[in-house]
């Protein structure tokens, strides 16, 4: 569509208004009002956000990701992730932990897991955003 | 004459043996070292890198899409009321927001509010004037070693050229603002005062998590959640480093649909020329005898 209009701008003369009062706010849709009372992933269609008058807004990228999170796809990396808390945490109440040459950690499972969570989140969330 | 040479073969033969054992010492001890120093590298990580963004479906990507104009003006909010108390955008003036996010009279109304040097009067004392358009959006810090010194010496950058200066531009801009865990993951050892973010390179970065649900309160009703900021103020960011990018898309447009109109007329314009030599018939009548 706007290669159409940009088309047809670059051959008609486009006429500018005078400067209005306020910029005219594109696709203003009057959403209806819909308080998400929870935040459990699983409802990902009826997601309307826009236009909410009320102070508590919640972010699509929090349920989005949790939803992601608890997908089939990426279970197998959450169960790394907390297994390596696990040996992590056991191993950080060790005596001479402190004094260890290598110590391990978590960052590798964890952009495994969140790797496999933006994947799922990246292409619908902008979808949910104005 | 026999039992020398003897001796000699001997010798070498023993001398061979101590070289060769001596190497194959040397290097299977090396060997060894190595493979041990490898079990523990910590060079070349994926935390040393960074996590890489996912690509986001930005309205502008598209070959012949422009800036969402409305997100940069929200974008512009959130910078101004968000980022301008740390990050400077010295290569944006007030009346570069004039027909791109504002009005004149929105724009004048910024700049308005604040005071910039003016000329010293008669007697040479230093004087201040009101913004103007053409005035530059001022610094939040004096200089380099002020904005250290307030940033436990960290020097937030200058914004205006962000979303080019970093690999993975937007992408890379909207995962940092919205990457903040709730904690790093276990085992990560952070300096004082440093925070954890996967996509900043090494993981830790002296900017904490800025952008809050309901930070600000976008004027034209948009929920303001954290994702919602990040992207208009990465759109903002996006068009702050790339102040052409729509015209340039235009001319693009132009150019391919002049270009190629003119490829065509060249194509005819040859197969006209050549028509009476592509269609010459050549005739040989062998003189009669």
Known sequence: MSFLRDLIEAVVPAAYAEEPEEEPVEETEEAEEEPEAEAAGGDDDEEEEDDEDEDEVEDPLVALSEECKNSEACKKYVHHFDECIERVTKESEEEGYAEKHYKEDCVEEFFHLQHCVNDCVAPRLFNKLK | ?289
């Open chain 2, 1 to 289: 004459m026999f039992k020398s040479s003897i001796l000699r073969n001997i010798n070498s033969s023993m001398t061979q043996k101590i070289i060769a054992g001596s190497v194959g010492v040397t290097g299977l001890t090396a060997s060894y070292m190595l493979y041990q120093d490898s079990l523990t590298a910590s060079a070349m990580t994926a935390a040393e890198h960074g996590l890489h963004p996912p690509a986001y479906g930005w309205s502008h990507n598209g070959m012949f899409e422009t800036f969402d104009h409305a997100s940069i003006r929200r974008g512009f909010q959130v910078y101004r009321e968000v980022c301008a108390s740390c990050h400077s955008l010295e290569r944006i003036a007030w009346r570069n927001l004039v027909a791109v996010s504002h009005t004149t009279t929105e724009a004048k109304a910024f700049c308005e509010e604040l005071e910039y040097d003016d000329e010293p009067d008669d007697e040479g004392n230093p004087r201040k004037r009101p913004g103007k358009l053409a005035d530059y959006i001022p610094n939040p810090y004096e200089n380099e070693q002020a904005a250290r010194a307030a940033n436990q010496g960290a020097l937030p950058p200058d914004l205006s050229l962000i979303v080019k200066a970093r690999h993975g531009g937007c992408d890379y801009i909207f995962s940092l603002l919205t990457g903040y865990p709730e904690e790093p993951p276990a085992g990560v050892a952070l300096p004082p005062g440093a925070n954890y973010n996967p996509y900043f390179p090494g993981g830790s970065i002296a900017m904490g998590r800025v952008l809050f649900d309901g930070l600000v309160e976008y004027e034209d009703g948009t929920p303001a959640t954290t994702s919602q900021m990040a992207k208009d103020v990465t759109t903002f960011l996006n068009w702050a480093a790339e102040p052409e990018h729509d015209d340039r898309k235009k001319w693009g447009l132009k150019a391919i649909i002049i270009v190629s109109s003119l490829y065509l007329v060249s194509i005819w314009v040859k197969r006209f020329k050549w028509q009476p030599i592509k269609n010459r018939k050549y005739r040989f009548d062998p003189p009669k005898k």
